[in-house]
């Protein structure tokens, strides 16, 4: 009796035990079940509307090359322009010509109206210079004249036509200053034939033109058959022309 007792108390228990791990189970497997069991942390950060839409490719621009190093030229040197002179105002009062001995006094004179030339000093040691032409060393032809001979002698000019290309004049101004002019061409013209429009034209480059007699004294015209005409120009501009420059048509001659 007593061991039946027993038997009937450790077959309930065991059937407790059994109604226990069904119950269990039961509810284990309701939780894993049920989504909403215990709230899970979350993990992602969330996207703004800005960017909830696929984001564009961006658009590389490809950086372009350096430019090549351009070759380097050099400059040439510019030639600075030369100075230019203020218009002489002091005028002619001296003259030398060391190759002919000139060293000659130089006064200004007029037009001879009479015989519509130049008009020269009565005197063969001063050289006149005509002063409607300009300033010797300013632009333009500046027009000297002189007498061959005078009184029985010989004038200041009398061996003009035996000077050299590049010769040297002097001129010495009344303010005391001077210039250097050289010899670039002298020509002996005859007094009928001189083109006398381009000798007395007193426009055009700088220089300084000086007229005298040559002989043969006419005494039907009262003066020489021919003329000498030399040019010179200022010494800084100078350069000796080879051949001489022909500044007027050569002297027609006819016997």
């Known amino acids: 009796?007593?061991?039946?007792?027993?038997?009937?108390?450790?077959?309930?228990?065991?059937?407790?035990?059994?109604?226990?791990?069904?119950?269990?189970?039961?509810?284990?497997?309701?939780?894993?079940?049920?989504?909403?069991?215990?709230?899970?942390p979350e993990i992602n950060l969330p996207i703004p509307e800005a960017q909830q839409s696929p984001l564009p490719t961006p658009t590389?621009?490809?950086t372009?090359?350096?430019?090549?190093?351009?070759?380097?030229?050099?400059?040439?040197?510019?030639?600075?322009?030369?100075?230019?002179?203020?218009p002489l105002e002091a005028w002619p009062a001296w003259m030398y010509i060391p190759a002919i001995n000139v060293d000659a006094e130089v006064q200004d004179t007029g037009t001879d109206y009479?015989?519509?030339?130049?008009?020269?000093?009565?005197?063969?040691?001063?050289?006149?210079?005509?002063?409607e032409s300009p300033i010797p060393g300013n632009e333009g032809n500046a027009i000297f004249g002189g007498h061959n001979k005078w009184g029985g002698a010989l004038g200041q000019l009398y061996y003009l036509d035996e000077m050299e290309i590049g010769d040297e004049m002097e001129i010495l101004y009344t303010d005391g200053t001077s210039l250097i002019y050289r010899l670039e061409s002298v020509f002996v013209y005859a007094l009928a034939t001189a083109p006398a429009n381009l000798i007395m034209d007193i426009?055009?480059?700088?220089r300084v033109?000086?007229?005298?007699?040559?002989?043969?004294?006419?005494?039907?015209?009262?003066?020489?058959?021919?003329?000498?005409?030399?040019?010179f120009k200022e010494e800084s501009v100078f350069v000796i022309p080879?051949?001489?420059?022909?500044?007027?048509?050569?002297?027609?001659?006819?016997?």
């Open 203 to 206: 426009e055009g480059d700088a």
């Open 114 to 131: 009479v015989v519509n030339s130049m008009a020269i000093v009565p005197s063969g040691s001063i050289i006149s210079w005509w002063r």
């Open 60 to 62: 590389i621009t490809p």
């Open 1 to 40: 009796m007593k061991k039946r007792l027993i038997s009937l108390i450790i077959i309930v228990l065991v059937l407790a035990a059994l109604l226990l791990m069904d119950l269990s189970c039961g509810e284990l497997d309701s939780a894993q079940k049920d989504p909403v069991a215990e709230p899970q």
């Open 64 to 86: 372009p090359p350096p430019p090549e190093p351009s070759p380097e030229i050099e400059e040439e040197p510019t030639e600075e322009p030369e100075p230019t002179r203020e």
């Open 209 to 231: 033109t000086i007229i005298t007699c040559k002989e043969p004294y006419n005494p039907s015209i009262g003066t020489s058959d021919n003329r000498i005409i030399a040019i």
């Open 242 to 255: 080879d051949p001489p420059i022909e500044p007027f048509p050569p002297r027609e001659t006819g016997d």
